[in-house]
């Protein structure tokens, strides 16, 4: 499976590849308080919140993560 833009944080949590290829990045959200919050939530809806745009995290960012992703699924 391909992550999009429109790929759940959920849908990495519960796919064994998904959390392999993100490695601690996801094992540390998946303990964060607000993971049962943003799981539900798209890569595109988060990326376009204030706060997470006030750290400098844009769109253009998490797409080059998606390809290495991608990449490490193929």
């Given at each position: 499976m391909a992550y999009t833009m429109?790929?759940?944080?959920?849908?990495f949590l519960k796919?064994?590849?998904g959390m392999q290829a993100l490695g601690e990045l996801?094992?540390?959200l998946s303990k964060h308080p607000l993971a049962?919050?943003?799981k539900g939530m798209t890569l595109k809806?988060?990326?376009?919140i204030p706060q997470v745009k006030a750290?400098?995290?844009?769109?253009?960012?998490?797409?080059?993560g998606l390809a290495h992703v991608n990449a490490k699924l193929k």
């Amino acid at each position: 499976m391909a992550y999009t833009m429109d790929s759940k944080v959920g849908d990495f949590l519960k796919d064994p590849k998904g959390m392999q290829a993100l490695g601690e990045l996801v094992a540390e959200l998946s303990k964060h308080p607000l993971a049962g919050v943003i799981k539900g939530m798209t890569l595109k809806q988060i990326v376009a919140i204030p706060q997470v745009k006030a750290v400098g995290l844009t769109e253009d960012m998490v797409k080059t993560g998606l390809a290495h992703v991608n990449a490490k699924l193929k």
